[in-house]
């Protein structure tokens, strides 16, 4: 992997930082976002290169991130979710946060109906058994 130094995902993906996976392969990451916008909201990274966001990315890293997103978006209709919201933000004024290409997939509820209210850290978890049930019934149905 190429690791950008002081990348907060890359440090993730080498396993220097915790984080509650979902899924991971040799290419791609998935785990759950500290401050979810919704439960059960995951993140997915590439492990294989860093880059900062999605003109940056050689096409075949988009290739797995999608095909990762779409795994995560999978289990979270296996799941019993609603549907769900698939949003890759790009550069610091486009919203991103952390500069490493990165797609969040947001799961809604059955029934919700409005948009997306897109705040970071707007429904957080009560505790970490709460984190961790999501987690796991995310990933039982991966």
């Not at 791609?28 to 439960?39: G, N, Q, T, W």
């Not at 979270?76 to 949003?87: S, Y």
């Not at 058994?129 to 990933?139: C, Q, V």
Request: glycine share 8%.
């Amino acid at each position: 992997m190429d690791v950008a130094m002081d990348c907060l995902f890359c440090k993730i993906a080498k396993g220097d930082i915790p984080s509650v996976k979902i899924y991971e392969d040799e290419n791609i990451l998935a785990f759950l976002d500290i401050s979810p916008v919704e439960k059960g909201h995951t993140l997915v990274i590439s492990k294989r290169a860093h880059s900062e966001a999605l003109i940056d990315t050689p096409p075949d890293i988009l290739a797995e991130l999608l095909a990762g997103a779409k795994k995560v978006g999978e289990a979270m209709m296996k799941a019993g979710f609603g549907g769900f919201n698939v949003i890759q933000n790009n550069y610091r004024d486009g919203g991103q946060a952390v500069p490493h290409i990165h797609f969040h997939i947001i799961p809604r509820a059955k029934g919700r109906k409005g948009p997306l209210e897109w705040r970071s850290g707007a429904n957080p978890y009560r505790d970490d058994a709460e984190r961790d049930e999501f987690a796991a019934l995310l990933r039982k149905n991966i």
